[in-house]
């Protein structure tokens, strides 16, 4: 089975568009209006500062974080969160077409590894078990870790529990791959192994959206890079327009902190 | 020790045991698997975002904590009946404990579950899982290895009050060493051998215990 296979909209077409979103934790905005779109097959990054709002964009694409106002589209589900109530159902229907990689990985401890990746299909998609294992296995050995199945997670490296995160992201056969920072909790050295294995992703097809601060993962592998501070799309465009010339002060400045930070 | 007093313990040993393993024992687990399954569901109320229900909760949890377990058994015994509900001893006393550890446990599973950190709900979330599965697959045996020692608290204090029970005529250990003491005033031997009985039962519970954690601890680094 082709991992292609698995994104049924064509490459190029629109598969997300995010429009007047807005967000506030109580008295403090975190996103003014945030307009972008994702072309299927094509990745995303998200950098900015801390405090940008580049985390709550990401956790508005599953509705972990709600939204105030603005539409999500993600393929043919749309949700428009300016109407109240967003009903659980609209959330789980939404949060269905992405799958997510935390910073923090949030593996199930108390499941091995392949029982990490088949939670999703067999407890919620109601897939039948063994279908569901050998697609685990497939998976697990498409992140480099065949012979982890029966492990416990803490029984891995931070960079194995990570590509088992994204194995278990993948797991759900989402349309859309979601990664919040997926490497700023690891060890320096163990930073590469996972963002091999993203880079694969994106060389397979997958869509994605990535928030992080690997400004040379953003060079090599971004289709669209989108410079966020205080909760507006400050620039986008192609890594050469956002990373190497940046318009904006602002930009320059960010850019220059993270690959100068002694300067 | 003379040997009328040895003879009667000799004696006593198999009418005690008998009410051990009939009235004591199964008092204790009909009760405390009641009072989990009332726990967990006033722990979940106890969380619920609706005030009224978490309220409903918490003043069930203040009633149990604040009031004697022996005042409990005596309202639902020989109370109950002024409003036309009468139970036999032993419902009467499987009520009772239920309730108790009711309120008690459910503070201990409340805190458990809340221990659970909410990444695990939101990643659950993201492969698809709905409330009732991530809290059964996810959260509850998470909580488990947290709540297992407390728990194991609630349970071995359970053994040793249901010998309350023995006031509202339930021939359970307490009562029926009571019942062979006193026609012959050898309330030190007697209860003596009732006392063995119930340390041997805490024993073996806490051997249980020592047991069930380190199951529970496979998953966790040394």
Known sequence: MSQ?????????????????LAKSFGDHTVLRSIDFEVASGSVTVLIGPSGSGKTTVLRSLNALDVADAGRVRIDDVEVDFAERPVTKKQVAALRAQSGMVFQAHHLFPHLTVLENLTAGPVLAQRRARDEAQTEARELLRLVGLGEKADAYPFQL???????????????????LMLFDEPTSALDPELVGEVLKVMKDLAAQGW????????????????????????????????????????????????????????? | MNEQTTQLILDSLGPLLRATVTSTIPLTIISFVLGLVVALGVALMRLSKVRVVSGIARVYISVIRGTPLLLQLFIIFYGLPALGVQFDPFPAAVIAFTLNVGGYAAEVIRS??????????????????????????????QAARTAIPPLSNTLISLVKDTSLASTIQ???????????AAPTYQFFALYGVAAVYYWVVCLALSFGQSRLERRQNRYVAA
């Open chain 1, 4 to 20: 292609l296979s698995m994104s049924p909209t064509p490459a190029g077409d629109s598969l997300v568009s995010v429009s007047g």
């Open chain 2, 112 to 141: 458990a579950i809340l221990s659970v950190p909410k990444g695990q709900w939101e990643a659950a979330s993201t492969v698809g899982m709905g409330y009732a599965t991530t809290l059964r697959r996810v959260v509850l045996p």
């Open chain 1, 207 to 263: 869509t994605m959206v990535v928030v992080t601060h690997e400004i040379r993962f953003a060079q090599q592998v971004a289709d669209q890079v989108l410079f966020l501070d205080g909760g507006v799309i400050v620039e986008r465009g192609t890594p050469a327009e956002v990373l190497t010339s940046p318009r904006t002060e602002r930009a320059r400045q960010f850019l220059h902190r993270i690959l100068d930070p002694l300067d």
């Open chain 1, 157 to 175: 490296s931070g960079g194995q529990q990570q590509r088992v995160g994204i194995a278990r992201a993948l797991a759900v056969r989402p349309k």
């Open chain 2, 170 to 180: 339930v021939t359970e250990l307490l009562r029926v060493a009571q019942e062979a």
